[in-house]
């Protein structure tokens, strides 16, 4: 016993079957003790009542059905509905149904035709007026068929065939001759007669143990009934019903994925999202989350490729200026650099670093990050020329101000002296001219000018002394003076006179 | 309908795709096997083919001849192949063996109730039919003014035949 087909689970369809009693099923009739329900899958159908269902225990009892298979009674094959690999030569093609014969007839005129066939074709004549369906000549039904040649025979039988339960899985081909042995025998995907007393219709071998499924089921839902033995076979359309046609399952607005929260059945919904705009909206939200998903899907690939690539770059990095890249990441470098930023309102100029695209260079680390080309690099350097220029213009323009005031400051105090001399000279004069007056009025002599110019001498030097008797020794002394240069004098007093 | 009947059209649908007569295409529904819904194009050397140029151009070879397309519809009883099957014109045509009315019936030759034999296959049915266009069967008409009109006035029904054509059979 390979595997159950059925297992002993109580039937957990039970309330249920008073929703099925009221079906009108012919094969419910008798109605049968036990359901069994040896899938859960079919729970969502209300089950009819098979006809003379066997308890569990008594399917048990009877051993596994499909270890052995001469248990079953099993329906033997249509030849008439084989299929033939090979095109079969036209003189075993049976005129009526275009078949090779199946148990070929003959008749008096030498026609030939399968034995259903011509039973067929009799049915549908008088019953006195039988005729060759061929040549229509007259025939007496009573009359004894000819003997079909042997040849004949074996030609059909050993036409290649495929089992006739092809459909079902069966991969087997061989003559016409060996078919009956195979579906009968050997065939595992044969249909068995139905293993409930009292039903003639036919399972497949896998439903033997499930008890006879020849009755109708209802989707409990839609109230659309269908063999269960079809469902068995065709499980995928009921789960296809369920899922998108029918009309009372409940189904869930279209718009859900926008946030819609309508959920019915399916017909209340359909009328919804005729007038639910987030429905309406639903298949572009639904193109953009696809989307989104394989977005996301191209952005695992990419993170690891910026992951090599950036390793790639540490590893260059590193070959081509090994003792800054050891200083530790870029992050640490641009961290350590900006504290270490000078305080000073007007930082000091430099000239650019000559190797610019250098990563951890001083120059660049207080500059915004790395440029992308050396155009970028030059402009901005560019640009701090230009502003640097600009300031040392501006101190220039200060300075020179300043130098101009100084200038002008110093102009104004040597004018004072200047003045101040040209007073004190002022006086001199004056004082001499008195002096020189006073010296005149007695002597009135041609050696006047000299002792003048000689008393102006003394005068500066003693101070303004005016007393009878120190000037009449001091012209003494200045007419001794004066013999010994007069030219200089008379040139001094004239020059005097001119500038005064 | 018998499952006779049923295996014996789905086997001449098979043979009928792989070998149909030329300008000829079979509509079938799987739903409906007894329905059959056929084109047939008038063989060129018909006064069922019309030559787009010329109004009376008899010349059969030329590119611009082309046949008129017919539309017919097959039936198939439910004793079929017992009892042979309907064949309707459901464009009008004029010719001598189907009937100048809203069914276009044709009754002749292997389609009589008493002349069809199970063996006869419904390619041998367009076959006949085609045949039919090119050479009417007089002896068999089901419209003899019609008729007439071929045997007495060749011109005047090539002429009327064409001219059909060009209203109802494009
Ligand atoms: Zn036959
Ligand atoms: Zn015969
Ligand atoms: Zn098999
Ligand atoms: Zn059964
Ligand atoms: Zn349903
Ligand atoms: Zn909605």
Redesign the pocket.
Known sequence: MESPPFSLEPPPLVPRRESGAGLPDPLSATAGEAVLNPDSRRNSFSVGRPPNSPSPLALMATGSPPARPQRYKVQPPDLASLDYIDTPAPQLICGICQSPYVLPVRLPCDHYFCKDCLSHHFATQDAGNKSCPMCRGKLDINQESLEVPKIMQDMLDALRVRCPNTRFGCSWEDERGNVRTHVMIYCKHSLVECPVAGCDLYCTQTDYGKGCLHYTVQCEKCQGSIYQSDVEILFLDMKKHMDSDCPNTVAA????IVG???AEIRKD?VA??R?????LMAPYFREQQTRLGLAEARIGPLERKVGLLERGLDSITYKLYPAKSRRGTLENLYSEDTTSVPSDSIPEFRLPDPSFPQWGSNDRATAPPPFDSQIDHLLTLHESLREEVSRIKMELNESEGRTNMLVFNENARIRDDMLHMSGALNNVRAQVHWMMSEKLRPSASSGGSTAAADSNKAASSNGNTRSGTQGASHSMAARTAAARLPPRRLSDSTRQETKL | MSSVAKKRILKEYAECSNDLPSGMKVIFDEANLTKWDVVMEGPAESPYAVCLELAMCFDKRSLMHQGGHFKLEINFPNDYPFKPPVVNFKTKVYHPNVSNDDKGSMCLGMLRPEEWKPPNKVISVLHLIQNLLVEPNIDDAIETSIANDYKTNRAEFNKTAQDWVKRYAK
């Not at chain 1, 607005?253 to 859900?256: E, S, V």
């Not at chain 1, 007038?275 to 429905?279: G, I, Q």
Request: glycine letters at 6%; aromatic letters at 0%.
């Open positions: 607005c279209q718009g859900n819609c929260k309508v919904v919804h999202e007038t639910c705009p987030m429905a």
